[in-house]
């Protein structure tokens, strides 16, 4: 239950107390923060939570029933406006909180939610989505990894890829087919998973760049209790719809439940050009060329913090469906292979061939190699394009060969695992 | 930063049916294209219809006359310019509602008195020139001045009872209202890429006028140029994402009803993605479009950024989406009959027409470098 309004302090002496306690219990940014989940920040990431919880500002939006304060999104804002000059639990936003924390909250029992929940805002538990598998792309439906129901227990065998830094998180949310006899979306479930539990095993995966953003995990006879099944038995699709969009509200930075700056949308928020700190290092800033390039990506960033208000507000007054928060992974994805392209181009010569030890351009390097990653996760961006044409714009659907065929009967890649 | 809510009003939504009920009835595209040979490229019974609606009024202040809906007069206009671009409207829409805003700040009581019932009405149209191509020399006492040189691009310019004019001289940038028949003002009416708007050059042979000619303060009108700059880009933005809009509206229909090898060209992938991009511009032009207009409302330290971002963005997808638009349509296209040419010289007007994008990246890293300056 939330507090009766008249109760409640108004935003703007919440925005007051929040900043004054930011300011003595946060510390404060010394530099600009990036997107980039490196494998050691986690336990920094559980401590900062934990101050949250400790100084009574974790979870704004969350029902007090489940450790929250219960209040409306405005204040959220207001604490996440008061909140920028501050080092917060970046990395947590998404999809712990964004994603995880939402749909555990639209789908979950209220002894579910008494269980994960609080642990969650307090910092103790870290989660990771398991949706990819290594035969279907951003075809998520076509899931091959299987939970059968055995006495009372569920038993979970199958493999997942792409998740995001698994290796350091405690629980899953975890799609897998329940029944085999009726279409493609219609036998899916959504399971909470221990990542202790005997039978799971996680692999980093070695990218690009040399570092472990994603995972790859096989499971060999998990048996899950009745109760960690999410939502309805063979009604998981419902519960990934909600779960990407609540990741689409994430990456877009239009989320209730995160607290602090958007590392995934930076534009957003950060006022500094990135571009023209660096063009200005490489003592390039009077070069024409250079400044388009400079120009370009402050435009790119204020027109992003125009999207992100133009669909958070179109799909509350309802001029916009739900699903046009693929319009903002659209634009931050190719935002993003924008951002890491200019930098490049920037960096011309010397962005190729550098001295030993300079990890700056060596970094910058890393990104344009691996510019792609941000169209391809979470949905590339052909698939965006399929949910704008097909859901928001009302375009005519893709043929698809596995509509309305008991999934058995569906062909798979003829690598991929069947049962 | 506060969070902003750009949820329009309910007397918002009102007044957008009606303005847009208005247009459909008065000013549909067969009237608009028959207005391409007329002079002033607009009929002038109905310009004062539009501001009896309220197109003139939203800048000016209450007690001049004008009045808002929302308390934010330039979020109003933006209705109305978005509006006016879905159906390539003619009219003085920027010049009249940049004066008149520029008359209700900073004009004397005579001045206003003079200037704003006509324009309020519809009945005067005043032009205004956006460069600082104009001289001004004090001739005698600060009394009496000689204005000389060549505004390049008016609008409205032929079509002005009066024009706003800034010049440059020793004492700073001054804005004097011009009547386009004082003794050396030569008016030179221009052909343009838009078919009725219209534009004109004027030129300026030692026009002698004197102190009630100024608006505001003599040799501080940087700031009040600045400004009308910002709202006339800003009106520009609006008016290209109108025309956005309804091109990729009837560009959905034409796909859905055309069919190719049995199926709607609407059921193709490729061009479903086409449609998807114009949908993703469309929209972020209409978000940056209207934070940009808040931001100049309020004055922020960020407005010119937003600005100059908008138009640079608007300006490139805005051509991009209605020339996409061409492509998809095919052959037809690329004719006369076709509505679409009249988006796209629209919207190719309003792309360059206080600078190009290019210009206005330029303007960007310019401000990016001095925020680093002084951070």
Known sequence: MSPPEEQRESVEQFARRSGEWLAANMPRLTSEPVHERRDDIWDRQRELQRMLWDGGFAGICVPRDYGGLGLPVEYQRAFTAESLPYELPFYLGTPTFSIILATLLDFGTHEQKLAHVPGILRGDTIWVQFLSEPSGGS?????????????????????????????????????????????????????????????????????????HTFCQEFFDDVVLPLDALLGEVDQGWTVTTALLTHEREGVGGSSPYVSGRNLLAPGSTVRTNPAAVLARSLGIADDPVARQLVGEQRMSDLVQRGLVERVSVGVRTGSLPPSAAALLKLYTAGASVRRTEIAATLAGEGGVVWSPGDVETQERADKYLIRQADSISGGTSEIQRNIISERVLGLPRELAADRDVPYREVRQSSRARTD | MTAVDFAPTDDQELFRATARSFLEREAPLATVRSWIDRPDGFDAGWWRQAAEIGFTSFLVSEEAGGGSLSGRGLDDLLIVAEEMGRLVSPGPLVPANVVAGAVSTSATRQQRERLLPGILSGDHVPGWCSGVEVEVVVDGDDHHFVLRGGASLVEAGAQAQEVLVTATGSAGLTQFLVPVDAPGVTVTPL?????????????????????????????????????????????????????????????????GDRYAAGRPLSSYQVLKHYLADMKLWLEASRGVTALAARAVHDQTDEAEELVRAAAAYVGEHGTELVQKAVQLHGGIGITWEHDLHLYLRRVSLNRNLGGTPAEHLERLAELSLQQLETS
């Not at chain 2, 708007?197 to 040799?219: E, H, I, K, P, Y």
Request: hydrophobic letters at 45%; a neutral charge; charged letters at 25%.
């Open chain 2, 191 to 255: 052909v343009g890429i838009d078919l009725v708007r219209r534009f004109a050059r004027l030129d300026f042979g030692d026009v002698r006028v004197d102190r009630s000619s100024v608006l505001g303060q003599v040799g501080r009108a940087g700031p009040a140029l600045q400004h009308q700059r910002l709202v006339a880009l800003v009106l520009q933005c609006s008016e290209t994402t109108g025309a956005m809009s309804r091109v990729l509206e009837f560009t959905l229909d034409y796909l």
């Open chain 1, 139 to 211: 075809d998520l439906a076509a899931c091959l990894t299987r939970a059968d129901r055995r006495e009372d227990t569920w038993v979970l065998n199958g493999a997942k890829i792409w998740s995001s830094a698994a290796e350091a998180c405690d629980f899953a949310l975890c799609l897998a087919r329940t029944n085999w006899d009726v279409p493609k979306h219609r036998g899916l479930s959504v399971f909470i998973l221990d990542l202790r539990a005997p039978g799971v095993t996680i692999e980093p995966i070695t990218q690009v760049n040399g570092n």
